[in-house]
């Protein structure tokens, strides 16, 4: 039972252009939401989180944004760089105190010059 | 210069033979966590531990021990009995449970 997902495995886009990484989710119950980014053989590096009180948080070129509703988040990347290329994960905590984060499959994005 | 080390970076082992991964941070965190990596597939939770002397078990903990002894370390045990033990091992830590979790560099296993 896939609670998180994302459903492009890969995505390329053109140097300076904004890039999009969606991520959607099946339980009600989760109200803390982060990406990762990671690059072979190293561990993930946490991007940027947002909390279920918020619908958008912006941290320099990444905003992510919440849509409650359709129980969906994306990450914005503007502009995109090349050292951007790498595996994005989203990941998901249903409230405050649960250890369990739970991830989703990974977007590889390539950022083409 | 603080952060999370996972030693070694590559590890080799015959089938059959236990093997445990090291996990050390000097964050001062009290809660540290071992995922599992596999290709195509998402982060998998092995075990966690909230505080010293106490560890619970993740989605995956089939094969897998673990030790909590000192604040700082969270070895992990491979044992004989994890069936298919060839991964990509990543160890975590966060202030509290729950907080945003921070990842060391990984150590791939690969079991001969």
């Known amino acids: 039972d896939q609670q998180v997902k994302q459903n492009s495995p890969s995505l390329s886009v053109q140097e300076g252009r904004i890039s999009i990484l969606n991520c959607d989710y099946t339980?009600?119950?989760?109200?803390?939401f982060l990406w990762y980014k990671k690059y072979p053989a190293e561990g993930p590096t946490f991007l940027i989180s947002?909390?279920?009180?918020?619908d958008k948080n912006e941290d320099g070129r990444f905003t992510v944004f919440l849509n409650k509703s359709a129980k969906h988040l994306s990450l914005h990347i503007v502009p995109s760089q090349p050292g951007d290329s790498a595996v994005y994960f989203c990941?998901?905590?249903?409230?405050?105190?649960?250890?369990?984060?739970?991830f989703g499959t990974g977007t590889r994005l390539t950022i083409i010059p | 210069d603080g952060g999370i080390t996972q030693s070694p970076k590559y590890l080799f082992r015959k089938e059959g033979q236990n093997v445990t991964l090291s996990c050390e941070q000097n964050?001062?965190?009290?809660?540290m966590y071992w995922y599992r990596q596999d290709p195509g597939q998402g982060l998998r939770l092995i075990y966690y531990?909230?505080?010293?002397?106490?560890?619970q078990k993740g989605d995956i903990a089939e094969g897998y021990s673990v030790s909590r002894e000192k604040k700082e370390s969270f070895p992990l045990t491979v044992t004989s009995a994890q069936k298919n033990p060839t991964a990509f091992y990543l160890c975590?830590?966060?202030?509290?449970?729950?907080?945003?979790?921070?990842f060391g560099p990984g150590t791939r296993l690969t079991v001969l």
């Open positions: 964050l001062n965190h009290d809660a």
């Open positions: 990941a998901a905590r249903a409230n405050f105190g649960n250890e369990k984060l739970t």
């Open positions: 339980n009600s119950m989760f109200d803390y």
């Open positions: 975590a830590s966060s202030i509290l449970s729950g907080d945003t979790q921070y």
């Open positions: 531990s909230q505080i010293v002397n106490d560890f």
């Open positions: 947002i909390s279920s009180i918020k």
